[in-house]
């Protein structure tokens, strides 16, 4: 075992695809699963909406 996964919560095992990101691991999976907001949040950029409609 590598870790466990801040998302899932699940052990991350040697051989499988995974990420640091802010000293935290996280499944490469469950990454690609994760919501725009999330990843935002997880990255520290802001989605904006286009003002001019």
Do not use: P, Q, R
Request: with cysteine; hydrophobic share 40%.
């Amino acid at each position: 075992m590598v870790g466990t996964c801040a998302w899932c919560e699940e052990d991350i095992i040697t051989g499988e695809a995974y990420a640091e990101i802010n000293g935290k691991m996280y499944h490469a999976d469950c990454i690609e699963d994760m919501s725009a907001g999330k990843l935002a949040e997880l990255f520290d950029f802001e989605i904006k909406e286009n003002a001019y409609g």
